[in-house]
């Protein structure tokens, strides 16, 4: 209801079976309209939607979460909502296989679409690629990174011991730099208090042959004590 320049609004929760609906008290201004689609179905890219604006795309987000369909693509940028549990047959090697070659749309918004774009760029064009990864505490960063770097390896042939031994070496430096930058925040209780530049090496034909970590930003002063 109205309450002079602002608005009472009802705030539900992510799961309906957990939690309670809050109301706030919101000025007018802030508030957009939201133009939900009749039929229940959601948009895979965002761009897709006929209302474009903010009320609408976060609709969109939210219902596919709801679904468990936890990335939406902003035309080739890919937006994830952490489900906080795990998704059956959304990862792994059958999955890595269906986005192989795939352009970006052919297949469900995935960051193996990302990275699969990211390596036919890098070995047809031989040109160097960039991912950027970003997001809140508790976005789910660092677990994207191993999702990309585990298609990566797919992709360059890598179920060869060499490649999957990169692969190993990368995700087990991951515990010690976490143990060294990680803190608890209000929304992860495991939360990277760093950057972290990951250099993956291939061959001219595309081969995996090394890999890297590099940290940067640390925020020193949650180190209280030396190890």
Known sequence: GDDGDRAVVEV??????????EQHSIPLRELRSRFPRED??????????????????????RCRHAANEIYTYTA????????????????GEEQCAAYRGKHIGACP?????IADAAYRALTREDRN???????????????????????????????????????ARVLRAQPI??????????????????????????????SLVDAGITTYLLESSRVVVHA
């Open 12 to 21: 539900l929760p992510l799961d309906a079976a957990q939690g309670q609906t």
């Open 40 to 61: 229940g179905k959601t948009c895979a890219d965002n761009t897709a939607l006929v209302h474009m604006n903010d009320a609408t795309i976060l609709e969109n987000l």
């Open 76 to 91: 080739s940028v890919l937006l994830a909502v952490n489900p906080y549990k795990d998704i059956p047959g959304l990862y």
């Open 109 to 113: 918004p995935h960051p193996y679409a």
């Open 129 to 167: 690629q960039g991912l950027l990864i970003s997001g809140e505490s508790g976005a789910g960063k660092t677990e994207t990174a191993k999702i990309v770097m585990q298609y990566l390896a797919f992709a360059s042939n890598s179920s060869s011991k060499h490649a999957d031994q990169i692969q």
């Open 177 to 206: 730099l976490e143990s060294f930058g990680n803190a608890v925040t209000m929304r992860n209780n495991n939360s990277s208090r760093f950057g972290k530049y990951n250099r993956v090496f291939f061959t001219a034909s595309g």
